[in-house]
């Protein structure tokens, strides 16, 4: 039994010093003998991807008809009507990205600046409604009067997101050539938004007038509905602006693999959320895959 302690110590103590000479990636193949990369200082790198988004169009003439229709009774109820539908784009891309890293034993903290081109990563809707719009709020008809708009809102929509900067935080947990990490922070995207709509109505005045026949000494009531054309009007605006800076946030997770000296590749998803933009609402999920040298 002793010769067998004293044979398995020798052998320990000889593979010791054999993975100890070994280069760092033929040593981190060895069960418990892995080394963490140093993962600590600036990097730098360049990626492409694949980007999916949903852009939901649905009041996006929202505000133009609450200018067109300020000050009339057709405002509210107007801009209740969801014109649109939400669209999917799909779209390849490619970017770069820039951080600094710093590391505390195993855990990797960090900040990065990424950017991405898309490429022709958009949609566009056109539609029109009609709709009956009766007595309403602040309408004030004589008594026993109705007054009905024959409503139509038509109208058209196009956006695109050329590309999107994200400012990151970032959290890994370095192991041996891995870093596994997640993050979050600020999205800027950079779009070209265009809309158009409008509305046309025509005034329409309901009421009964009953008149009264006396026949045979008896009097008969006579009820007759009349409806009164009361004019019509439309409104009508465009509105186009190009590169337009909208902000967001961002979030995601990924991983980096140390291939050789400073040199890593990674893989990666992305969501990003940006606030509305002329009434449109834009969310993005992104993969990606990159190379970058760390300094």
Known sequence: ??????????????????????????RGSLPGGSATRNWDGWYAGGQIGYTSADIDFGHGTKTLTNFMLRNTVLQDPVSQWSLFSKNHAQSTGFGAFVGRNFQWDDLVFGVEANYNYMNNLGSSV????????????????PTGHTHT??????????????????????FGWATGNFLPYVFGGLAVGRMDVSRSATVFYNKFDDFDVTTTTIIGGVAVNNT???????????????????????????????????????????GEWEYIKFLKVKDMVVNMN???LGIGYKF
């Open 149 to 170: 708009y024959a409503t139509t809102l038509s109208g058209k929509a196009a956006l695109q997101v050329k590309d999107a900067v994200t400012f990151r935080g970032r």
């Open 126 to 141: 056109q539609n029109s409604m009609s709709l009956l719009i009766v007595n309403p709020s602040g309408e004030n008809p």
């Open 1 to 26: 039994m002793r010769r067998f302690l004293l044979a398995a110590v020798m052998f320990g103590a000889v593979s010791g010093a054999e993975a100890a000479d070994m280069p760092d990636f033929l």
């Open 286 to 288: 992104s993969a990606r």
């Open 224 to 266: 007759v509905h009349n409806t009164v054309f009361l004019g019509s009007n439309t409104y009508s605006q465009t509105e186009r602006r190009n590169n337009n800076f909208t902000a967001g946030w961002t979030g995601g997770l990924g991983m980096e693999y140390m291939l050789w000296s400073n040199v890593f590749m990674r």
